[in-house]
């Protein structure tokens, strides 16, 4: 029904978007163009183009609005447009952000109503949740622009129940910042996320070691995504297909990440695990030996294990931050706490667990100074702490794999989102 149509994106920089994959996954056959267009541009583009719809994205959704015959009422009312179909009198615009962050807010099984709410950020989809939480009852909803984002300011909104991040601050490359300090909404119970890469940003990590629902904001791109494609279509989609989507967009891009002690099968299972996987493996000892320049030995007998732990963090840092990889680490990795934010955001952590008496230890410094018992004792309830799930390593190559892949997407979906 849809393969005769012809549908793009615009916007100003696209190269990271998932918007052609999605509506793969929603099961459209239309071809899905990314086409990157200069702010003096838009008339002509408008002019002269071979869609019979398209997304408009950042910068372009108020920009769009006067090339416009017509718009729905929403788009009209938030001033915003992110799909535009063409008609016979001429490009017409509509608001599917608004159905997007509605099913986010959905999907957290948080009830708003009569909650404060506060919106950090008051640029691009602010205007847009503002709108969603006040048609849901939230009262009152409150902007915090980047100028109001002050210790003073917050102070006042102390009591806010729903927290909701707006802004870029936290996203990729940038991992690891947050737009608020963890203890600035004492009462919040709710905190949500528009951020979708990484999975859980700090400002997510935070709120969820604090007991609150969080939510990140996969799940409104694929909402709104669905929605798009039942305006280009004509066609009613089951709002069902947004949790299947979303889940396989997630386990798509969630990092596996195996730990456990030296010696348990890390790199070997990792290694046949990211070839059925189709993705890069990445032994993090590997790169430790890489961004220093010297063999682990080497560096622990210069730097101690102190020196060593640094240099481990920040490859984690630098690694973890990516997805869609199966990532081997050390099996000290655990003993440092500051390294499961890097490694959770984007992963699962599967603890590969092997007998102790099947653990070498030539080649590796802690386990010839410490017996691999001794160490195990230390480590298991760290190993306890840091994994999503756990998988013995116990019997053929073949088979641990498959039970660690089995695991991998058993828990890939219901974790940090």
């Known amino acids: 029904m849809d393969t005769a149509l012809r549908i793009g994106l615009i916007g100003g920089k696209l190269g990271h978007s998932y918007s052609p994959e999605i509506h793969a996954l929603l099961g459209m056959t239309y071809p899905y163009e990314l086409q990157e267009v200069a702010p003096d541009a838009i008339g002509a583009f408008l002019a002269d183009n071979p869609y019979d719809g398209f997304n408009v994205t950042i910068p372009y959704k108020k920009d769009i609005i006067p090339h416009l015959c017509g718009m729905s009422e929403i788009a009209a009312r938030l001033g915003s447009v992110n799909t535009v179909l063409r008609t016979p009198d001429g490009w017409w615009g509509d608001n599917t ?3 997007g962050f509605s099913y986010m807010v959905r999907r957290s ?15 691009g989809v602010s205007p847009t949740v503002c709108a969603v939480l006040a048609d849901m009852g939230a009262d009152p909803v409150v ?5 109001d984002n002050t210790p003073e300011v917050r102070a006042l909104h102390a009591d806010a129940r729903v927290v909701v991040n707006t802004s870029p601050v936290g996203m990729y490359p940038n991992n690891g910042t947050s737009p608020v300090p963890a203890d600035a909404f004492p009462a919040m119970e709710c905190a949500l996320d528009l951020i979708y890469n990484p999975f859980e940003t700090v400002f997510l990590a935070d709120a969820r070691e604090r007991g609150c629902i969080t939510q990140s904001g996969i799940s409104m791109l694929v909402a709104q995504a669905k929605r798009g494609a039942e305006l280009f279509t004509g066609q009613t989609l089951d709002d069902s297909l947004c949790d299947r989507v979303t889940a396989e967009m997630i386990r798509a891009r969630r990092n596996l990440i195996l730990i456990g002690m030296p010696g348990c099968g890390k790199s070997t299972v990792g290694r046949h695990a ?3 996987l189709g993705r890069d493996f990445v032994d993090l000892d590997a790169e430790i030996v890489r961004a220093a320049g010297k063999p682990i030995p080497e560096i622990f007998a210069e730097a101690g294990e102190d020196g060593f732990r640094r240099i481990e963090h920040e490859v984690i840092t630098d690694i973890c931050r990516r997805s869609s990889l199966v990532i081997a680490t050390g099996g000290g990795c655990v003993t440092r706490p500051e390294n499961y934010r890097p490694m959770a955001q984007n992963g699962v952590l599967i603890w590969l667990r092997r007998d102790i008496e099947h653990l070498p230890t030539k080649g590796r410094p802690l386990s010839q100074k410490h017996s691999p018992a001794a160490l ?7 190993y306890e702490a840091f994994a999503d799930t756990k998988v013995n390593n116990a019997g053929s190559i073949t088979k641990t794999v498959e039970q660690v892949l089995t695991a991998f997407s058993a828990v890939s979906d219901r974790l940090r989102t």
């Open 274 to 276: 990211a070839k059925l």
């Open 143 to 147: 902007v915090l622009s980047h100028h």
């Open 97 to 99: 952000d608004y159905y």
């Open 376 to 382: 195990y004792e230390v480590r298991r309830p760290l």
């Open 109 to 123: 099984g948080y009830e708003v109503r009569g909650k404060k709410a506060v919106v950090i950020g008051a640029g």
